[in-house]
């Protein structure tokens, strides 16, 4: 029912908005994080996403992501090809053996600047949301976080660069 071309021109009014099965096929250059939201509310949706991952062939081009744990536990014990992480408030303490990454808020991070190096340690990565400016994405990089989730890329790429 949302209307994605008006905005850009009157001949695209009333186009329908792409689906994930749409859109894979040309993301063959980008990386995509795909969040998994209310999980709990749609107990078929990781599972639709993750065989539609599969089914294009994105398992080195997409992250499935959620803060929900059973439903990324759920998916690393059904396959063992895709790129899965955690998304939290706080870090976990237990992570499946075939989830390494822990995806959390700058916040907590910068509260408890050990958790990167202790899920380091057991083999795992952090990266961090949403870091918008560059001050705190310089601490989160000096702790060693590996990727940093912005509404600003062009910010942090000048930045970096």
């Known amino acids: 029912e949302f209307d994605v071309g008006g905005w850009f021109s009157p001949e695209f009014v009333d186009e329908p908005a792409p689906g994930l099965k749409d859109i894979l096929p040309w993301t063959n250059r980008i990386f995509l994080n795909l969040e998994i939201k209310s ?41 063992s090809d895709l790129r899965l992480g955690y998304l939290g408030h706080a870090p976990l303490q237990a992570m499946h053996r075939r989830v390494r990454l822990q995806i959390l808020e700058a916040a907590a991070i910068l509260r408890d600047p050990q958790v990167v190096a202790a899920v380091q340690k057991q083999g795992g990565a952090v990266w961090a949301w949403t870091v918008d400016e560059t001050p705190i994405a310089d601490r989160l990089v000096a702790l060693g976080v590996e990727a940093l989730i912005t509404n600003h890329p062009q910010r942090l790429l000048a930045h970096f660069s």
């Open 39 to 79: 999980p709990e509310n749609d107990p078929g949706l990781a599972l639709c996403v993750a065989q539609m991952v599969r089914q294009a062939g994105a398992q080195t081009r997409c992250l499935l992501s959620s803060f929900d744990q059973r439903s990324i536990n759920d998916l690393a014990e059904r396959y």
